[in-house]
């Protein structure tokens, strides 16, 4: 059986990576358009399902989209255990005296973090897209599920929905500055450049994804 160079394993992790990012960024600007109100979240909500028809079945936009985010959610992890694996094998030695490495703190936590984010989609699919573990669970009401999801008795479901997403953008920031070493990014300009991107970019995001929760938390989306 041959085994895929390293390189095109650290391609596909960051190919897998990207596309993942970029559906973190359009799923939060649709979180956003909970802020116009309950009628414009539904719809929105609705307009997902019903996207693509009539060329598509109802709803197979969105099958197919977790289809492909599934995929990419498996070579991802795939790539970045095989990845490990073979550095640790690479260097089996650990030496008395060798120099710690200086790393920033995404990088040392990225495997946790990753961790943090695989539990925070399986909870998040049985909450917001099963219904199992919503308070609500009606599908055909999603503003009223997200508040019911965050409101201040479940403080624990808004910790946790925080926590998970710090972790995101943890794990963005260091991979989306990893992905442009690997696509190309060298010089030591380019990767002052990549690191602020990649730090403000997190940023966005975090900021994005946690401005729900603490509305509802607080009375700003009921």
């Known amino acids: 059986m041959v085994r895929p160079s390293s390189v095109i394993l650290k391609i596909t992790m960051a190919v897998s990576g990207i596309l993942l ?7 939060m600007i649709g979180n956003l358009k909970i802020f116009l109100g309950a009628v414009d ?30 995929l990419a959610v498996l070579a991802h992890i795939y790539t970045a255990a095989v990845l490990t694996i073979r550095a640790k094998k690479a260097r089996p030695v650990k030496y008395a005296h060798r120099p710690k490495v200086q790393g920033s703190y995404a990088a040392r936590t990225m495997r946790w973090g990753g961790v943090i984010v695989l539990l925070f989609i399986v909870f998040h699919i049985l909450d917001l897209t099963t ?20 409101a201040p008795e479940r403080w ?12 995101v953008g943890f794990h963005l920031w260091h991979g ?7 696509l190309g990014q060298q010089t030591m300009k380019g990767q002052r450049r990549a690191k602020a991107i990649a730090l403000a970019l997190s940023l966005v995001l975090v900021v994005g994804y946690l401005s729900v929760p603490f509305a509802v938390l607080v009375g700003l989306v009921d």
Do not use: C, K
């Open 21 to 27: 990012v970029l559906f973190l960024y359009v799923h």
């Open 41 to 70: 979240f539904d719809h929105y909500a609705h307009w997902l399902r019903a996207l693509g028809t009539p060329l598509l079945p109802n709803m197979w936009y969105l099958w197919i989209q977790r289809a492909v985010l599934t």
């Open 131 to 150: 219904g199992n573990l919503n308070p609500v669970g009606d599908h055909e009401h999603p503003y009223a599920n997200v508040v019911a999801d965050f």
């Open 156 to 167: 624990y479901v808004t910790l946790f929905y925080a926590l998970a997403i710090i972790s």
């Open 176 to 182: 989306i500055f990893s992905a442009a070493r690997t």
